[in-house]
């Protein structure tokens, strides 16, 4: 803890939920008129650290601090999604140890799955459905590249200072859309990225609580920011070292029971 608020204590997930629209355009969505429906898609990325980590702490606040953002598009079926086990870097060793952390992050989303004693019971369905050769269609500066059918997550190359990103497609309106595809990129760099704490930890990331952050984009919620909320899991700042964002704090969870109910 210690060290690392002398060393990179911060880096910003994706620092705001950036809505790009096509080159020119203010709209976020991209129309087709072939369909007669309008589709668009979003990346989430990171940006450069803001707020006082010191500010922020293993305090209370995770469970106090109602704050949520949604981005506008929902899932109105199940998500299945599959991840590129090609793709693990090496330096994280089994796969096997991988996708179960992957797999615990979209089922804490899933299931509302939280520290703070509310019941898990969220209305979200969500389903690992096994490997893929496909890989996430974000691109290494963080925006997205094609839609091409499969929810996939996968490891590769993003610029420095990027954790992960995710992208989301979607029909209809933004504000009320129905989200059909949902890609997430982990950076590969060799290092970034722990299961466990590894003793004297210094500037690397639990993997684990940063997809379960990354599935709450997946799933529409957006970031609240650091300086304020910087204990919910959707904070644009995640502090090295740190597991305490496995789970949702309480703005979190009710960002998600309000958009998709409860079982
Ligand atoms: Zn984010």
Redesign the pocket.
């Known amino acids: 803890m210690s060290k690392s608020r002398q060393g990179l204590f911060l880096l910003l ?2 620092a705001l939920a950036l809505v790009t629209g096509p080159p020119g355009g203010p709209a976020p969505s991209l129309h087709v008129s072939s369909a007669g429906v309008s589709k668009g898609w979003l990346p ?1 990325i990171p940006g450069p650290p803001t707020g006082d980590p010191a500010q922020t702490g293993q305090d209370g606040a995770r469970c106090a601090d109602p704050a949520g953002t949604w981005l506008g598009m929902r899932w109105r079926s199940s998500l299945r999604w599959r991840v590129n086990e090609q793709t693990i870097p090496a330096y994280l060793g089994d796969r096997a140890d991988v996708v179960s952390a992957l797999r615990n992050a979209a089922t804490t989303v899933d299931t509302g799955r939280n520290d703070c004693g509310l019941p898990e019971n969220l209305g979200i369905q969500e389903s690992y459905t096994g490997r893929t050769d496909h890989r996430a269609g974000v691109t290494a500066d963080g925006g997205c590249g094609e839609r091409d059918g499969h929810n996939a997550v996968s490891f590769g190359r993003l610029n420095k200072g990027l954790l992960a990103v ?1 992208c989301i497609w979607w029909f209809g309106d933004k504000s009320n859309g129905r989200s059909v595809e949902a890609d997430i990129l982990i950076d590969d760099t060799p290092g970034l990225f722990f299961l466990r704490t590894p003793a004297d930890c210094g500037s690397r990331w639990d993997l684990e609580g940063t997809v379960t ?2 599935f709450g ?1 997946a799933f529409g919620l957006g ?1 609240v920011a650091f300086a304020e909320h910087g204990s919910l899991t ?1 904070t ?1 700042g995640l502090p090295d070292c740190s597991t305490a964002y496995r789970g949702l704090g309480l703005g979190d969870y009710l960002t998600l029971k309000q958009q998709y109910g409860t079982n």
């Open positions: 997930v994706c989430v995710t952050h990354e984009h970031h959707m644009d």
